[in-house]
């Protein structure tokens, strides 16, 4: 027989009966849970997710399973990554008080988080390919990037209270040890579980037989393992944000780790980027220019507010042991170059990053709906071609694209050329 707590996936036959007395979900929910419906809707690569539907409201139970969902069970991953989940959202909600769902209630032996209901958001990788805009969408995800990065590392932390937490996540192995892999590596040779659209093989091969674009990745790799100079989200694309038209949240932080500063920034670019460059195969001739305008006002808007927050944050809660104003201010000298050069050093990576994620999302296992979606293979691998070459462009001038609007430039060159 099972121990009374030993975990057990869930199913919405059993949740009601299950759950029953947890009262976090009864005061939110109802008491009875004959009166619940539930529902399994989670469409992600890992893990179960329920809405669970009330008389007096609805909340949603997260479940990791034990395996890789995507791939089956021939994938064991541990369960301890809810473990982490819930700290990080913790850790989020401080930083960026309502960005993230608020959390109910977790139970470790379970590996299960019941958390807020976002209604009525969607997930917003569907927003973009549908053509749907949401208001200041740029301005909360700058925003957050900058709020996490800084308040996650010792320019503002305590040096104690960061390390113990560096102690604390580095416990979480295998989840990075899928993006090392899948994000890092599997792009630039032939792994196993790659797949890649038909026709693209000229422009994968001119990739994966470029040793110095290996190198590059490699570097940027070591500082992804290495580097744990604050917390980041870990796996911040358009399927772990959910917006409405003006109310934007961020979701699923369980690849939390300590990492690079621009990680979560260079995540997200790429997943705007990719958004943008699929969109010929998702709009009608008349509102495409528009709505990929749209886009990159997106990337344009969140790569300035990142900037602007992190100099807010810099001026009024550098409290940490990095930079401090006894060195600066407190000797009649300034520090904005210090914050100017440090923002350039961490756009560059980001820059880096976002180029690798761009290739991964083409060849690796884990591919995207905006490109996924796309019927007419012929057009597919047109697209994925401006996506891999753009890609590889910014992990080549990571360190010398001067601004967001070379950037943006880049961009629009692209999505113009004909690359394959
Ligand atoms: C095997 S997991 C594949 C991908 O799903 C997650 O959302 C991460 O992006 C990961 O790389
Ligand atoms: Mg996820």
Redesign the pocket.
């Known amino acids: 027989m099972d121990k009374p707590d030993q975990y057990r996936a869930l199913t919405p036959e059993e949740l009601g009966a299950r759950l029953a007395a947890v009262p976090a979900i009864a005061e939110r929910v109802g008491a009875d849970p004959a009166n619940w419906k539930v529902q399994e809707v989670g469409d ?3 893990n179960l997710v329920f809405i669970v539907e009330g008389p007096q409201g609805t909340v949603i139970v997260k479940q990791a399973l034990p395996y890789v969902r995507l791939v089956g069970d021939s994938w064991p991953l541990p369960l301890y990554r809810a473990y982490y989940e819930n700290h990080a959202l913790v850790r989020q909600a401080e930083r960026d008080p309502g960005a993230v769902p608020e959390i109910y209630h977790f139970d470790e032996a379970q590996a299960l988080i019941v958390m807020e209901f976002l209604a009525p958001h969607k997930i917003l990788r569907r927003k973009l390919i549908d053509g749907e805009t949401v208001d200041g969408l740029g301005a909360f995800l700058g925003r957050f990037c900058a709020r996490t990065a800084f308040r996650g590392s010792e320019l503002s932390m305590k040096s104690a209270d960061k390390k113990q937490d560096v102690g604390l996540f580095s416990g979480n192995v295998e989840i990075p040890a899928i993006t090392e892999a899948l994000v890092f590596t599997d792009p630039y040779f032939g792994a196993e579980m790659n797949h890649h659209t038909e026709g693209l093989d000229p422009v994968v091969e001119q990739l994966r037989s470029d040793a110095q674009l290996k190198a590059r990745v490699q570097r940027l790799l070591m500082k992804f393992a290495s580097n744990t100079e604050t917390m980041v989200h870990g ?1 911040l694309h358009s ?2 944000i959910m917006s409405t038209d003006s109310d934007s949240r961020v979701i ?1 932080p ?1 690849f939390v780790q300590y990492g690079p500063m621009g990680f979560d920034l260079g995540m997200l670019t790429a997943n705007f980027l990719m958004a943008y460059f699929s969109q010929p195969a998702h709009r009608s001739a008349d509102e495409l220019e528009s709505y990929q305008d749209w886009i990159l006002a997106v990337v344009e808007e969140t790569l300035a507010e990142f900037d602007a927050e992190f100099r807010r944050l810099w001026d009024t809660e550098r409290t940490g042991m990095l930079y401090p104003a006894s060195l600066f201010e407190d000797q009649g000298h300034a520090s904005h170059e210090a914050c100017a050069a440090l923002l350039a050093e961490i756009r560059a990576e980001a820059l880096g990053f976002c180029g690798i994620e761009m290739h991964r999302r083409t060849l690796s296992l884990a591919h995207n709906a905006d490109f996924e979606d796309i019927e007419d293979t012929g057009l597919k691998r047109r697209l994925e071609a401006r996506n891999l070459a753009m890609g590889a462009d910014l992990i080549r001038t990571a360190e010398t694209l001067g601004n967001t609007k070379e950037l943006l430039d880049l961009a629009r060159l692209y999505n113009a050329k004909d690359v394959l």
């Open positions: 992600g690569n890992l796996d399927g772990s699923d369980e």
